[in-house]
């Protein structure tokens, strides 16, 4: 079926205007019509105007029981290319393309059929073990699961892959079409480039040149080649960026530029992602939106960055590009999800030592749920009472209904240290409404929660996580957690792996290269996990601590951590902080539990979570969500 069969019609909060989408809320809605069929799988290819933001589009299927919503790839480069399956019974289909009100542009280009042999040998070329995960699955009937298997099967690419992988999406630059500019050329911002490269050759600056002078834009930059000649044009240029000799301006980054600053005129720094040259081709180069705990440690900003010419005429200009990022308001940062500038590799920025807090570390209370599995508790308590350096905590256990002979013992020798206390609370499992009940009883100015499956690494860990979570910007706070072979557990929780969340960066040793070196330097994460969660009190009180009414047992951390975002506190992963997790020991092992197990909480989250669920601002749209680690989709 070629796009001549699909048509798209407004169905919700969209308008046309002057032939284009508009968009009247951060969720509108396009009805997909064409002939379906009977298929069971589709490969979708879309396409957005390389001037809108590239998030994520979701894909709503009505069915007569339910709705079900997938997440498609962000098309970064221009397009996206989906392939999944198709609900039997859907008899509407839907499509959200943006999550911004305004004018945007979409369209489908193709929908074909895929057999279950071209599915099935997708998952064969990239990961035949998987092959299993889908088969047995079927055979057993549960055909949820088996289509589970197949999207973390074969839903990611490597990132050798790229060329092939950008050939099928990178679409040209289509000014008097769908990507033709929204902001009015008499108000378009001035832009000037601080050119440098004196080892440069003279094909390097032609290069750059010339892409300076293809772009498609009203106004001309302006050229300095010293910072000597810069100084004068700031009073003439709205912003300015300084880039190499060697660098290539795609031929839409002017226009891109201006359409963020039209959109949002009270940005004064813009930065976008970039393609690396490297001796084994191009290769991207991601970034998340503004994270300023990682820029303290290592800065990521490429040279693709462009600042309000206001910021930078105090001082020199390096020093102040250098510092603008982290004297501004983040609603005055914006991050261009996009590649516009193609440049040479280069050695990554080091790695800042962080500052080492004098102010002393507040009161924490501790609390562990468990219900019986001594063998588990005996280890954590232990290293909690006897490494923790902290001189001002309290360990809070709460019993949920144990039974055997071997807890009580271990009960009646913990309380013997003057810092542990017991509470009795033998009702049904809830890990929110128990941990919410133990709140009420301590006494800490920060509130940890900890699993009973955990052991503590390093004995600072408290101080470390407590100083970060009285941060006044700091909502939740997460240590890197380790399994018992060494490998990474957790590193922080990216929203919309999987379709709901999960750990990114998990499952491999912790020297294993990671995005940005961020599993091993604090950054902002949109969650962590409650297996080591840090918060301050009257943080978790004023967002009413966990929900123990809607996800009484699944997803109650993500929930936690999400809602403290809303009120404007930041989550943050730490890795200073450090423990092993025996994950989901004392509950059981969840290799395989069937999607219907907790598919209330599932769906609660996904409603109420899915602007993040599809654009989580420290991921990137063209990141794989099945993919634990660096993969393209």
């Not at 004068?232 to 839409?252: C, K, M, N, T, W």
């Amino acid at each position: 079926m070629t796009k001549q069969a699909i048509a798209l019609l407004p169905q919700k909060d969209v308008a046309i205007e002057n032939g284009r989408f508009f968009a009247l809320s951060k969720e509108p809605w396009l009805r997909v019509e064409g002939d379906f069929g009977a298929r069971r799988f589709v490969e979708i290819v879309f396409r957005t105007s390389l001037l809108d933001d590239p998030v994520r589009p979701v894909l709503r299927f009505v069915t007569k029981d339910r709705v079900i919503d997938r997440i498609l790839p962000g098309p970064a480069a221009g397009a996206g290319v989906w392939i999944g399956a198709l609900p039997r019974d859907a008899y509407e289909i839907l499509i959200s393309p943006t999550n911004r009100p305004g004018a945007f542009g979409f369209a489908i280009e193709s929908l074909r059929p895929v057999g279950l042999t071209e599915a099935l040998g997708r998952i064969w070329r990239r990961k035949p073990a998987k092959l299993w995960s889908y088969f047995l699955p079927t055979l057993f009937g549960y055909r949820a699961e088996a289509e589970n298997a197949i999207d973390w099967a074969s839903n990611s690419d490597p990132l050798d892959s790229f060329e092939n992988w950008l050939a099928r999406r990178v679409r040209p630059f289509e000014p008097t079409g769908l990507d033709a500019p929204r902001s009015a050329p008499d108000g378009a911002p001035r832009f000037a480039i601080l050119l440098s490269g004196a080892e440069a050759t003279r094909e390097q600056w032609a290069r750059t040149l010339a892409s300076i002078e293809r772009q498609s834009y009203p106004s001309p930059a302006r050229l300095a080649r010293s910072e000597a000649e810069l100084l004068p044009l700031l009073a003439e240029a709205d912003f300015v960026a300084h880039l190499r000799a060697g660098d290539e301006l795609a031929d839409h980054a002017f226009a891109a530029l201006a359409e963020q600053i039209a959109r949002a005129p009270q940005t004064k720094l813009i930065y976008a992602d970039e393609l690396l040259r490297t001796a084994h081709g191009l290769r991207p180069r991601f970034t998340p939106d503004w994270s300023p705990t990682l820029a303290a440690a290592r800065p990521y900003f490429g040279r693709c960055a462009f600042y309000a010419a206001a910021t930078l005429a105090a001082e020199s200009i390096g020093a102040a590009m250098r510092a603008a990022p982290f004297r501004l308001a983040r609603e005055e940062i914006a991050h261009l999800r996009r590649w516009l500038l193609t440049r040479d590799e280069e050695a990554e920025p080091p790695i800042l030592a962080p500052t080492a807090s004098a102010e002393p570390a507040p009161s924490v209370s501790i609390i562990v749920l468990t219900r019986d599995r001594a063998d588990l508790l005996a280890p954590c308590i232990e290293s909690v009472l006897r490494l923790s350096t902290h001189p001002s905590f309290e360990l809070v256990i709460v019993d949920n209904g144990s039974l055997e002979p071997e807890t009580f013992a271990l009960f009646d020798k913990a309380k013997k240290d003057p810092r542990v206390r017991l509470l009795s609370r033998p009702e049904p499992f809830n890990f929110a409404r128990l941990n919410n009940d133990a709140v009420r009883t301590a006494r800490g100015e920060v509130i940890l929660f900890l699993n009973n499956d955990t052991v503590v690494v390093s004995p600072d860990w408290l101080e470390t996580l407590a100083r970060r979570a009285m941060a006044p910007q700091t909502g939740a706070v997460g240590a890197l957690l380790f399994y018992p072979d060494g490998r990474i557990q957790h590193a922080g929780v990216t929203i919309g792996l999987g379709q709901d969340a999960g750990h990114f960066g998990a499952l491999v040793a912790p020297q294993t290269p990671s995005w940005l070196g961020r599993a091993s330097l604090a950054h902002e994460s949109s969650a962590v996990t409650a297996a080591c969660m840090a918060v301050e009190r009257r943080k978790l009180d004023a967002v009413g601590g966990f929900d123990e009414i809607n996800l009484p047992i699944e997803f109650n951390d993500t929930d936690l951590c999400l809602r403290l975002g809303e009120r404007g506190w930041t989550t943050l992963y730490e890795p200073a902080a450090q423990l092993l997790h025996y994950e989901s020991a004392s509950r059981g092992s969840a290799r395989f539990r069937p999607m219907s197990v907790y598919a209330k909480e599932r769906d609660y989250f996904r409603d109420r979570w899915r602007g993040v669920i599809r654009d989580d601002p420290y991921y990137h749209p063209a990141l794989s969500l099945y993919s634990r680690h660096l993969a393209l989709w």
